[in-house]
């Protein structure tokens, strides 16, 4: 398939619809699965690495999963479109730095995914707008039971699923959801939020994941034990205790912030509002503050002309990669912020 069609348009979970969706952005669960009878990644050849590509990919493609799936050859495309899938989040980075045959099948509304040789064979991952991680849990459950009809898994019966690294040896899984917590940063709270997340062993990261930082007020929380604990037990934490109890922190702060400090709230708003729809030139760094900001004035009910979802995709299409494919050619770092303003100016009406 062509990466620069799947450029022009955001995903579906990025539309804003699903449960909690103005502090949630979405939730995700992914599972790490190994072929029995072949090496982890650290030893495997290049002739066994692309027969795990062809066993995976005939599993999926060719005898099918339920619905249409596309698959991209990570070793054919070059470096830009590797990078927009990776701000999709349909692969990860380390499947982008990583060596010999990989690639990435994906659902064509891209609210699921199989990645390839990345650092087990096979990561699976599901994911939705807003909180609906039962929903989330049965459709990858299902998927993974349809797979492994196929597919010899490597299991150890006191162990479970054996994998790559330690961390997701038992049931592989990592469930995690995108936050989005600007009045917690604005008031000076973050820090309950982090003792928060430290108490209940969860790991902290940035919009896209492992070894990327919080930008924009933007954070991804996920899981870090995965041995002794069920997969149920995992998400039934999670949405009885991790998310209720993030989000009634936010809530708490953005409901402060409209009762005690109305003109301090307005004025950041409005600033970032006035900067996007003004800005001759603007950073991506920039942009995820601004759209931060814009996006809780939205929600919030201080800015009444911009609607959600053009904030939403916004987040997407001023990303690098994706801003090059719509542009049609590279860009320098000076031509994409002046390329991303006049964008931004023109989605929100500004001068």
């Known amino acids: 398939m062509k990466i620069d069609e799947l450029a022009r348009k955001p995903g579906p979970w990025l539309r804003g619809g699903g449960p909690m969706s103005d502090i949630v952005i979405s939730s995700r669960i992914r599972l790490a699965r190994n072929i029995a009878g072949y090496p982890f990644l650290s030893k495997v050849s290049d002739e066994q690495r692309t027969e795990v590509v062809n066993l995976i990919r005939r599993r999926v493609d060719g005898e099918g999963v339920g619905r249409k799936w596309r698959y991209v050859d990570l070793e054919r495309v070059d470096e830009l479109d590797r990078q927009v899938l990776v701000e999709r989040h349909l692969i990860s980075r380390q499947l982008v730095d990583a060596r010999g045959a990989r690639g990435v099948s994906f659902a064509k509304d891209e609210s699921a995914s199989v990645m390839v040789n990345e650092e087990d064979h096979l990561r699976i991952q599901v994911v939705r707008s807003g909180v609906?991680?039962?929903?989330?849990?049965?459709?990858?459950?299902?998927?993974?039971?349809?797979?492994?009809?196929?597919?010899?898994?490597?299991?150890?019966?006191?162990?479970?699923?054996?994998?790559?690294?330690?961390?997701?040896?038992?049931?592989?899984?990592?469930?995690?959801?995108?936050?989005?917590?600007?009045?917690?940063?604005?008031?000076?709270?973050?820090?309950?939020?982090f003792r928060a997340a430290k108490d209940m062993h969860l790991a902290i990261r940035g919009l896209f994941g492992e070894g990327t930082e919080a930008t924009g007020d933007f954070f991804q929380i996920s899981n870090q034990v995965?041995?002794?604990?069920?997969?149920?037990?995992?998400?039934?934490?999670?949405?009885?205790?991790?998310?209720?109890?993030?989000?009634?922190?936010?809530?708490?702060?953005?409901?402060?912030?409209?009762?005690?400090?109305?003109?301090?709230?307005?004025?950041?708003?409005?600033?970032?509002?006035?900067?996007?729809?003004?800005?001759?030139?603007?950073?991506?760094?920039?942009?995820?503050?601004?759209?931060?900001?814009?996006?809780m004035g939205i929600n919030l009910g201080r800015i009444k002309d911009v609607d959600l979802t053009t904030v939403n995709e916004l987040f997407?299409?001023?990303?690098?990669?994706?801003?090059?494919?719509?542009?049609?050619?590279?860009?320098?770092?000076?031509q994409r912020s002046a390329i991303r303003a006049e964008l931004i100016r023109r989605r929100l009406g500004g001068h």
């Open 132 to 193: 609906q991680l039962e929903d989330i849990w049965e459709e990858i459950n299902r998927l993974d039971d349809r797979l492994e009809e196929g597919i010899d898994y490597a299991f150890h019966p006191r162990y479970g699923y054996l994998t790559a690294c330690p961390t997701n040896v038992g049931t592989g899984i990592r469930v995690s959801v995108m936050l989005h917590l600007p009045a917690l940063k604005l008031t000076g709270e973050i820090e309950k939020f």
């Open 316 to 334: 997407l299409i001023t990303q690098p990669a994706h801003l090059q494919k719509l542009n049609g050619s590279r860009l320098n770092g000076e």
């Open 226 to 295: 995965t041995l002794g604990r069920t997969e149920e037990e995992v998400i039934d934490a999670f949405k009885h205790d991790v998310i209720p109890r993030i989000i009634k922190y936010e809530t708490q702060e953005r409901k402060r912030l409209v009762k005690e400090r109305p003109l301090a709230l307005d004025d950041r708003v409005w600033r970032s509002y006035g900067a996007l729809r003004n800005a001759r030139t603007i950073s991506s760094e920039e942009t995820m503050l601004h759209l931060s900001h814009l996006r």
